[in-house]
Each structure stands twice: as structure tokens, then as C-alpha cells.
């Protein structure tokens, strides 16, 4: 019988065939082998207790596999963030979308409040709404928006993510009635919530599809690419870079640069252009120290 990890907790699997979910063990082989289970993993399974328990028998192929969050045969990312109270980080917006883009995961975009929206946090919503397709306003506590969301959701393996204080769970509550999970009041000091989430948990959608609430990023460093692949991940300099004198320009000093001219002409907002470099940056300082 085949199912899908939702939960790895206190040495047990608990694995959904569709209709019930199994506490599991896993075969002594799997440890024998260093293989380990991951939620989100398709596994083989044999019935002990009907409808109760049972055990791993095998791992099906994984489509891709993420270390931090450890999760297997993910579809999506949903980075949420918030129009106000934590305001958006640019900076750590921009450093996820690498993330996902090098880990060739899609990514809905939400920001999250958006009945506390002010000016500059509305103006940067609608820069990302322009470059990314998926981007949406919610507001989960006055549920403004989850419907809209939740079509982006269906039929998908989604990881949410984003910083502390964002609403994660309280978005997550209200996407699945009745998952109640603790929701982490923002301190008042430094303007973020505290992490409320422990294990990474695949939480059935009522439509169909599956989010995993992850426990944050215990690692923010950016992914192993070449610095001439990063600007792969910024969709506006990507699609102009064409327009470049040099094939190999990578937009910083270079004359008769195509995307330093949309800059100076505020075509692309400065915020994008100096994350960008910041990124270049980090990626050369690591090139030099191999």
C-alpha cells in the first residue's frame, strides 16, 4: 500500500494512504542503509493493525529533496510576509526567491495584513505582483483574500515560509479549519514573533493538496550558484540582460550596461538593484575563500 510521510515524530512515520493515516516504523534496512525517511517522502507500506499501524517497506524515487526545511517532493514555496507589524524585509524577500529559484521550487508570494497596508509596504506589493504572477494580498485574521490563495494551493505540495510574526499560523488556521496551531505573538522590543512550529508537519488542505508549516531557517546563506547565474533568479534583469554590450556583463561596472541604464531611469527600483549586488557580493566573497 502506497501513502505519503505527513509526519516524522518521536520515531514514528505517520504515513497517508488517502483515506487513513498509518503510525509507522520504518524497516530495520533504512538504518542499516543510511537512508532516512523524510516527510513529504512516497513510501511502500505493510498493515500491522488495521486502519491503525504499520510498517515501511520502501521509498518511492523523490522529485527533489530540501535540507532546511528537511522535506521531500515539494511542489511550491509560499513566503509570507506582512504589510505592517513586521514591516517587509527586501532584502530577506529577495534572498528566499534566490532560494527557490536555485532549488527550482515555484514560489506564491504573500503579503499577509493587508489591512494594516501603508504606502511604501503597498508600493513594494505591487513591484513583486508585477515580476512574480504569484503574488497575493491577504489579510488572515479578517480572512480577506484565503479563497483566492487557496487556488494556488490545490492539488500541491506547498512549504510555508517567511519570517516570525508574519501570521504564518494564523494563515495556516484559517486555510485548514480546526489545525489550531499556536500562534506567536509579536514582541514589542524587536518587532518579531517568536518560532511557534517544532517538526515539519504536512497538513491536508480541504481542497486537495497538502502545506507544510516548517519550524524557520536555521540557514539563510545563498545557495551554491555562480555569480553569473544569480541574476537567473531576478526576473527583470534577466529578461533585459540581452540588451547588454557584453554577453558575460554582470551589471556593475560594466559600460553600456542595459540594466544599469533601467535603473538610472527607475524602471527597476534600486531596492532590487542593491539587493542584487549584496548577493553578487556575498557570492564572490565565498568563490575567494575556496
Known amino acids: 500500500m502506497e501513502g505519503l510521510v505527513i509526519k516524522n515524530y518521536a520515531g514514528f512515520y505517520y504515513v497517508d494512504t488517502g483515506k487513513i493515516i498509518y503510525r509507522c516504523k520504518a524497516r530495520g534496512k533504512f538504518k542499516k542503509d543510511n537512508i532516512k525517511i523524510?516527510?513529504?517522502?512516497?513510501?511502500?507500506?505493510?498493515?500491522?493493525?488495521?486502519?491503525?499501524?504499520?510498517?515501511?517497506?520502501s521509498l518511492l524515487p523523490r522529485k527533489n529533496e530540501l535540507i532546511r526545511p528537511p522535506i521531500a517532493n515539494v511542489d511550491q514555496v509560499l513566503l509570507v510576509f506582512s504589510f505592517a507589524n513586521p514591516?517587509?524585509?527586501s532584502e530577506l524577500i529577495d534572498r528566499l526567491l534566490v532560494m527557490a529559484?536555485?532549488?527550482?521550487?515555484?514560489?506564491v508570494l504573500v503579503f499577509n495584513k493587508s489591512d494594516l497596508a501603508v504606502l511604501e509596504s503597498q508600493q513594494l506589493f505591487e513591484y513583486y505582483r508585477r515580476i512574480l504572477p504569484k503574488t497575493v494580498a491577504i489579510s488572515a485574521h479578517a480572512e480577506i483574500g484565503i479563497?483566492?490563495?487557496?487556488?494556488y494551493l490545490k492539488h500541491k505540495i506547498s512549504v510555508l515560509a517567511g519570517?516570525?510574526?508574519?501570521?504564518?499560523?494564523?494563515?495556516?488556521?484559517?486555510l485548514v479549519?480546526?489545525?489550531?496551531?499556536?500562534t506567536g505573538e509579536v514582541s514589542p522590543k524587536i518587532g518579531r514573533g517568536r518560532h511557534t512550529t517544532r517538526h515539519v508537519e504536512l497538513i491536508k488542505l480541504p481542497l486537495g493538496g497538502f502545506l507544510a508549516d516548517t519550524p524557520g531557517f536555521s540557514n539563510l546563506n545563498l545557495?551554491?550558484?555562480?555569480?553569473?547565474?544569480?541574476?537567473?533568479?531576478?526576473?527583470?534583469?534577466?529578461?533585459?540582460?540581452?540588451?547588454?554590450?557584453?554577453p558575460d556583463c554582470?551589471?556593475?561596472?560594466?559600460?553600456?550596461?542595459?540594466?544599469r541604464e533601467l535603473i538610472h531611469k527607475g524602471e527597476i527600483p534600486s531596492f532590487r538593484y542593491e539587493n542584487y549586488k549584496a548577493f553578487l557580493e556575498e557570492i564572490s566573497q565565498r568563490e575567494r575563500s575556496y
Open 147 to 151: 479563497d483566492h490563495l487557496m487556488n
Open 223 to 246: 545557495p551554491e550558484i555562480d555569480k553569473k547565474d544569480l541574476q537567473n533568479y531576478f526576473p527583470e534583469i534577466k529578461e533585459n540582460r540581452i540588451f547588454c554590450h557584453y
Open 101 to 107: 529559484g536555485a532549488a527550482d521550487l515555484d514560489v
Open 250 to 259: 554582470l551589471h556593475v561596472k560594466e559600460p553600456e550596461c542595459r540594466i
Open 163 to 174: 519570517p516570525s510574526g508574519v501570521g504564518k499560523s494564523t494563515l495556516v488556521n484559517r
Open 177 to 182: 479549519p480546526g489545525a489550531k496551531l499556536v
Open 87 to 89: 514591516s517587509p524585509n
Open 38 to 57: 523524510l516527510t513529504g517522502d512516497r513510501v511502500v507500506i505493510s498493515v500491522l493493525i488495521p486502519d491503525s499501524e504499520g510498517v515501511i517497506e
